[in-house]
């Protein structure tokens, strides 16, 4: 369902997915589209791939519905302009009503670009009742 979502397949369509409880990858193939002036991948996608990567580590715990960030904060590290990039995101914290994952963001060399960690909170939205969802 993820990776056949639009902005996956439209825009971010080298994206690849892996989802185990309370951990996920989530990596991509950068290429110039992903870049602003300066020529290195604009902040929004450090953010989509930490926020994907919490969040699914977060709904890997949850069978009955999915999840929503209810907040979200990333620390840039560092510029990265080529290779693949991969978000790996772990769950730090849970309650009955709240999740707290984290997410890092790796170069292809294997270093920290960014982090970051968000709260996420059960919705009323049932996963069987998606299109897509298996």
Request: a neutral charge; one cysteine or more; charged letters at 20%.
């Amino acid at each position: 369902m993820y990776l056949n979502a639009n902005i996956n397949t439209m825009i971010f369509n080298t994206t690849t997915c892996s989802i185990s409880m309370k951990k996920s990858e989530i990596s991509l193939q950068l290429s110039e589209k992903y870049f602003h002036a300066l020529k290195a991948i604009h902040g929004s996608v450090y953010f989509k791939l930490l926020d994907d990567a919490a969040f699914f580590a977060a709904n890997s715990i949850i069978e009955d519905v999915f999840v929503l960030t209810t907040s979200f904060s990333i620390n840039i590290v560092k510029p990265v302009n080529e290779g693949i990039i991969k978000a790996i995101g772990n769950v730090r914290f849970q309650s009955k009503n709240l999740i707290v994952a984290e997410s890092s963001l790796y170069n292809a060399e294997g270093k920290e670009i960014a982090f970051g960690t968000g709260n996420f909170a059960k919705s009323k939205i049932l996963l069987k009742d998606t299109n897509g969802y298996e």
